[in-house]
């Protein structure tokens, strides 16, 4: 069983910067693929980001690529999402998922995590 909290959330303005964190609980931690998804009001949820175990592999959504980066401190059982030049259209809940994988790979579709954390509000003024 693996237990996410997510934090780092709140209000900035435009072309500001964030870092969200996603904290697990468990022993597998190093054996998780880890993944970002958001929501925004009316929406359904969407890919963001996605680290394999390892961290040697990352993937981004095309909205968010050379803006965010992710990354995981296997260490703290933490995965992290820096968000930098924020844009109103990245206001949305944004929640960490995670799933064991037998290898180092990533995880781009939420249907295959097994794991979510309650999600965090990050919210970006025009």
């Known amino acids: 069983q693996v237990q996410l909290v997510e934090s780092g959330g709140g209000l900035v303005q435009a072309g500001g910067s964030l870092r969200l964190s996603c904290a697990a609980s468990g022993r597998t931690f190093s054996r998780n693929a880890m993944g970002w998804f958001r929501q925004a009001p009316g929406k359904e949820r969407e890919f963001v980001a996605a680290i394999s175990w390892s961290g040697g592999s990352t993937v981004y959504a095309d909205s968010v690529k050379g803006r965010f980066t992710i990354s995981r401190d296997n260490a703290k059982n933490t995965v992290y999402l820096q968000m930098n030049s924020l844009k109103p259209e990245d206001t949305a809940v944004y929640y960490c998922?995670?799933?064991?994988?037998?290898?180092?790979?990533?995880?781009?579709?939420?249907?295959?995590?097994?794991?979510w954390g309650q999600g965090t509000q990050v919210t970006v003024s025009s």
């Open positions: 998922a995670a799933v064991i994988t037998p290898k180092a790979i990533v995880v781009v579709t939420s249907t295959l995590y097994d794991y």
